[in-house]
């Protein structure tokens, strides 16, 4: 999830149907780090890739809400590296209400 507000209301709402199973990661939170699935901000993602082996290796699927931050000059480059450094083989789910030109990126 690419803010801390948006992440934190979908670890709400995930952790309300799956108790105990999710997990959060924010500048601000570290709720259950470990737990099978994890509601992280693309910066903590990207950081998650360079240095914690073992949640590379545990990766199953990423899924990035919110991925049109792809274009924002700021932010753009964690999503950038983050799409790239996704190890070959998991599958990447990209949501966006306002992308444009969806097909570019495919």
């Known amino acids: 999830a690419p803010i801390k507000a948006l992440s934190n209301q979908m670890f709400s709402e995930f ?8 997990g959060l990661l924010t500048g601000d939170h570290c709720i259950s780090p470990r737990a099978p699935v994890l ?3 693309t910066e903590i993602f990207r950081c998650m890739l360079h240095t914690d082996h073992e949640f590379v290796m545990k990766l199953q699927v990423a899924i990035f809400d919110e991925v049109h931050y792809l274009s924002d000059s700021e932010r753009g480059p964690a999503w ?25 990126l495919a």
């Open 15 to 22: 952790h309300a149907r799956f108790p105990g199973k999710v």
């Open 80 to 104: 950038e590296e983050s799409l790239v450094l996704v190890p070959p083989g998991v599958p990447i789910v990209c949501l966006s209400a306002t992308m444009a030109n969806p097909i570019f």
């Open 39 to 41: 509601v992280v901000t």
